[in-house]
């Protein structure tokens, strides 16, 4: 599956459903589904700027997201339109394509990884249970733990 590092907070924010567009300097043509993965650095002025202060997590995959659209900017005036989308600091310059996110999920449990820059494949492992029965709770347990959560 496909693995995107995006430095934290902002992998967080996403994760939460706050921002929507990731903002990059290179377009792809990947459409779908992929991982969302939390490099080791923290970039402490953005916590600060969007008064974050919890404990973030990182070196891990903390949840995945849909890719639907790349949004091509022509001007820096464009981009200051979509803030509120990608809550990205005046720096943002260089920055000419949002990759525009939906259908976000939060992993409870953390997957450890090593990063890469882009887009990177990575095999997540299979679960080695082999009683059918146990998989299906697990997924009916996860179904029910998000249903709750989430309503």
């Not at 146990?134 to 709750?148: G, K, L, N």
């Amino acid at each position: 599956m496909k693995c995107l590092s995006i430095s934290q907070p902002f992998a967080d924010l996403i994760i939460s459903g706050k921002k929507t567009i990731e903002l990059r300097k290179w377009n792809t043509n990947f459409r779908g589904e992929f991982l969302i993965h939390a490099p080791i650095k923290i970039r402490k002025e953005d916590c600060k700027r969007l008064k974050i202060k919890k404990k973030l997590v990182t070196g891990v995959i903390i949840g995945k997201a849909e890719l639907y659209e790349v949004k091509k900017y022509n001007s820096i005036k464009e981009i200051k339109a979509d803030q509120k989308f990608h809550l990205a600091s005046k720096n943002f310059h260089d920055k000419t394509f949002g990759f525009i996110l939906k259908n976000v999920k939060s992993f409870r449990i953390p997957i450890s990884c090593k990063g890469q820059l882009g887009f990177f494949e990575i095999d997540l492992p299979k679960t080695k249970i082999k009683n059918k029965e146990i998989v299906t709770d697990i997924i009916d347990e996860e179904y029910r733990y998000q249903w709750i959560g989430h309503h």
